[in-house]
């Protein structure tokens, strides 16, 4: 765990990617599921965060 | 006089272009070569997805070319993202992606599994299976309609030779629960043999060597399965996921033959919904910044599974 907070204050690849990944997944999970609407609402917001900060993130060193 | 093919090139070429490649650097050529290609990405690929995003903030309707286009901002997505209908067609795309994957992928590995074992007529069963997949989505939808008809159906008749229900006392495409897993079945039958192939290919990369060492090891043949086979197909199962995947969130011919989307809307997908809004309603706008959607979700999607990919590889 703390060297996942290291990597991510340090700006390492592996860290930021994994969150990146994690709030596509949580995004496309809002997009799909079928409990509340306000969840579809926020997916794409999130999805698009998601990807944007994975391609960023894709750039830094590992 | 030129003797080999190359001389024979050099002296065909005239002298004022062979003077001008002369002067080119390596680099130069290579761009000379690699320019179409890109030229081609840009004008099929980049091009129409910035203007798809430009037009996703307008309320352009390509049926009414003269009409002032109105810069409408983020209103579009305001709309889908609020829209209850298109979260409905969400959730019956959910529906449609997690049955067929999850079943495509267990019955073509099962088979995959099957037909790696030599037997006498082993080619014959696999060209068999490959069969539906070679086929047109179009005339799969055509000719699983048939097959659901309650009156003359087959499929009626062999769920009712093993449940005992009267073949007439349902219908797979007209009731509202049954609709979604007919197109799940219908796509299941077409797209297994490739997620066959993929797992077959990977079954018949693993070396001998490997299991005889198991064997050696006196490994038993279920924990041979687990070690050994699951984890070296493993990458050839992702792929395969990935290409199924898609391929499914964009799968429109198969189920507009077979469901139309109906009953109601329980099988309308995205991509349905999508050429609705974009070539029925004819607004362009709003179906842009649905496309747009689509586009952002597949996309994130792939990153992070080609990315879990390359960790597999990596291993």
């Known amino acids: 765990m703390s ?53 960023l993130v894709s750039h830094l060193p590992k | 006089m030129p003797n080999s093919p190359m001389e024979k ?26 320019a179409p290609s890109i030229f081609l990405l840009l004008a099929v690929n980049i091009f ?18 003269n009409k002032d286009v109105e810069w409408v901002g983020l209103r579009n997505y305001e709309r889908i993202l609020g829209d209850s209908d298109i979260w409905m067609t969400m959730q019956a795309t959910a529906h449609f992606l997690l049955w067929t994957i999850v079943l495509q992928v267990l019955i073509g590995f099962f088979l ?31 000719f699983w309609t048939f097959l659901y008809q309650p009156q003359i159906g087959l499929f009626n008749y062999v769920v009712s030779f ?44 693993i070396p001998d060597s490997i299991y005889e060492a198991a064997e050696c090891d006196r490994a038993s043949k279920w924990r041979q399965f687990w070690t050994i086979t699951i984890p070296m197909v493993l990458p050839f199962l992702m ?12 799968m429109f011919d198969l189920v507009v033959q077979l469901t139309g989307g109906g009953p ?26 649905y496309a747009v959607i689509l586009f952002v979700t597949v996309f994130g999607l792939a990153s992070i599974y080609v990315k879990a990919l390359n960790k597999v590889k990596e291993r």
């Open chain 2, 112 to 142: 995959a599994f099957l037909i790696n074992k030599k037997f006498r007529g082993n080619d014959m069963w696999t060209t068999i299976i490959v069969f539906p997949m070679m086929l047109s989505p179009a005339v799969v939808g055509n």
């Open chain 2, 162 to 205: 093993f449940t005992g229900a009267d073949p007439a006392s349902f219908s797979m495409i007209g009731d509202v629960h049954l609709a979604p897993w007919s197109i799940v079945i219908a796509d299941t039958w077409m797209w297994t043999p490739f997620v066959m192939l993929i797992c077959l290919a990977g079954l018949r990369s």
């Open chain 2, 264 to 289: 109601g809307n329980i099988t309308t997908l995205t991509s349905i919904d999508l050429k609705r809004e974009a070539f029925e309603k004819w607004k362009t706008g709003y179906s842009s910044a």
């Open chain 2, 48 to 65: 129409p997805l910035i203007w798809t995003i430009r037009l996703s903030f307008t309320n352009f309707r390509v049926n009414r070319p």
């Open chain 1, 3 to 55: 060297n996942f907070v290291k990597g991510l204050v340090g700006f390492r690849r592996g860290p930021w990617e994994m969150v990146a990944s994690i709030l596509i997944a949580l995004g496309v999970f809002m997009l799909m599921q079928p409990f509340a609407l306000w969840l579809y609402t926020y997916s794409f917001i999130t999805t698009l965060i998601g990807t944007v900060m994975f391609i």
């Open chain 2, 9 to 34: 090139v050099a002296k065909a070429t005239p002298e004022k272009v062979a003077k001008r490649i002369r002067g080119l650097s390596d680099r130069a050529i290579a761009w000379i070569f690699v």
């Open chain 2, 239 to 250: 792929l395969a996921i990935l290409f199924r995947g898609i391929e499914n969130f964009k």
